[in-house]
């Protein structure tokens, strides 16, 4: 491929990239009920209201669970995916699409979660009182938290459930992700 092939390969991985991170944002404050009325959170809401209109009117309107945000970005994926075969010349099948997309966004779910914690973590030392400006971030984190400090309570009053929920997303990334990531690469050849 010709450095310019490469540099519009970046270029559409990056602005999808940021398009997708846009609509799994969405996906995952609504999950975790955020305040809409909180700035980011209406910012994120008004750039993605465009890209999810077209799912919204096939899906139920978004309660806890923005499924239309989800399946946009998948689509998008999908999209990226299809646009990379094309540009390296090469086909791939519908159901390596379907992985690779699937695989994609679930690693950027996973991602996700993993700098919320430890965004949370480094928000805890630095401002460890209530600030409207970082409290969307415990708000995002909490939820994800919240299972593995019933398994672990604080001891001594350090918090150890970051570390234990950090350790059970990179092993599921390892494990769930890559074992159906090793699977659509077996598709390829």
Not at 15 to 31: D, H, K, P, S, Y
Not at 90 to 99: A, D, E, N, S, Y
Not at 161 to 179: D, E, F, N, R, W
Request: proline share 7%.
């Amino acid at each position: 491929m010709s450095p310019a092939g490469q540099g519009g390969l970046f270029l559409l991985q990056f602005l999808a990239g940021l398009v997708i991170f846009a609509l799994l944002l969405r996906f995952f404050m609504r999950a975790t009920h955020i305040d809409w009325r909180h700035p980011v959170v209406n910012f994120i809401a008004k750039i993605t209201n465009p890209l999810c209109a077209p799912t919204n009117q096939v899906l139920p309107r978004p309660n806890r669970w923005d499924w239309s945000a989800l399946i946009t970005a998948a689509l998008i994926q999908a999209l990226v995916v299809v646009v990379i075969g094309w540009l390296t010349e090469r086909q791939f099948g519908i159901p390596l699409i379907v992985i690779s997309s699937v695989t994609e966004i679930m690693n950027q779910l996973l991602d996700m979660m993993f700098w919320l914690i430890i965004i949370q973590v480094i928000l805890s030392w630095v401002s460890p009182g209530y600030n409207p400006n970082t409290a969307i971030f415990y708000a995002l984190a909490s939820p994800i938290l919240k299972p593995f400090q019933r398994l672990i309570p604080p001891m001594g009053g350090l918090d150890l459930s970051p570390i234990v929920a950090i350790l059970a997303i990179k092993l599921t990334q390892i494990v769930v992700v890559g074992s159906l990531a090793q699977y659509g690469q077996r598709l390829v050849s």
